[in-house]
């Protein structure tokens, strides 16, 4: 992070250094945003960073997606990437959390509490067997004890999926599709083999993720000098996006598409030009 002196300016406001058992605080638990984002932007790990980003994401009416972080929030909220790239590592091998690739961008992957997806799992589950869809409770129970909890990587083949899920039913390919239908898997277009796992109902948000990257830095790039002070940013409120300021500004910073100069005035936050 760069410094750059305001002679102008009032002395700035201090970050705190979170530890997991605060991360539950009442301001966040309520719902409560006057907190300012530069006091709590960055964290002293991963995890922390993780948990406290969960616990702030946006309450979205009607949203059927569990709290997801963006990798790129993560690089945003803890000073060393390769820090960041092992801790998530090591958090994913330890099926603590799941990482999707997403459609928005090349580098674009969610973060999820395994134990968020494993719930939205069986409410998708209880949905379909609702419609009394044959064999649906036996196929979402084998594609969570056995797949899921096997596969790990954000991709699968078509023949190790149907090794896995053998292990419980004998494959059909109407089990397959009942999957795709539900969100959980789509086809690479790369590969027809493969298959990424998804997100279900997740579109929505991904919608809006272009739509607030983009209002965010045509913002800015109105701006006489393209810039704005985080304090005075964060207070904005976008039209095309129910995702928060918050959860932008902090995307749009780790994938550096903005950069942070610290001042006397507090956080600048400048488009970038490289």
Not at 94 to 105: A, C, E, H, M, S
Request: a positive charge; charged letters at 30%.
């Amino acid at each position: 992070m760069e410094k750059v002196t305001n002679p102008e300016a009032s002395a700035g406001g201090k970050k705190r250094r979170l530890e997991e058992d605060e991360v539950g605080c009442s301001h966040v638990a309520n719902g409560d945003q006057s907190f300012s984002l530069q006091d709590e932007l960055t964290f002293s790990d991963t995890s922390v960073a993780l948990r406290m980003m969960r616990s702030q994401f946006p309450r979205i009416d009607q949203a059927s997606v569990p709290p997801f972080i963006l990798q790129s929030q993560l690089y945003s909220s803890v000073n060393d990437r390769t820090q960041v790239d092992r801790e998530l590592e090591l958090l994913r091998r330890d099926k603590i959390v799941r990482v999707f690739k997403l459609n928005t961008g090349q580098d674009d992957h969610a973060i999820i509490f395994l134990d968020d997806y494993l719930n939205q799992v069986d409410r998708i589950a209880k949905r379909m067997e609702d419609k009394n869809q044959s064999d649906t409770a036996t196929i979402f129970k084998w594609f969570k004890e056995h797949v899921l909890d096997s596969k790990i990587e954000p991709n699968i083949s078509h023949h190790e999926l149907c090794t896995l899920l053998s292990l419980g039913v004998k494959v059909k390919d109407a089990h397959i599709t009942l999957l795709i239908n539900a969100g959980l898997l789509t086809r690479q277009l790369i590969d027809p083999d493969m298959y990424w796992f998804t997100i279900p109902s997740i579109g929505k948000l991904l919608k809006a993720l272009r739509q607030g990257r983009k209002e965010l830095l045509s913002l800015l790039k109105r701006k006489r000098h393209k810039e704005m002070f985080l304090a005075q940013l964060e207070k904005k409120r976008l039209r095309y996006s129910p995702l928060d300021m918050r959860f932008h500004i902090r995307d749009l910073i780790g994938s550096r598409h903005l950069k942070t100069f610290q001042t006397t005035s507090g956080l600048l936050l400048r488009l970038s030009t490289d």
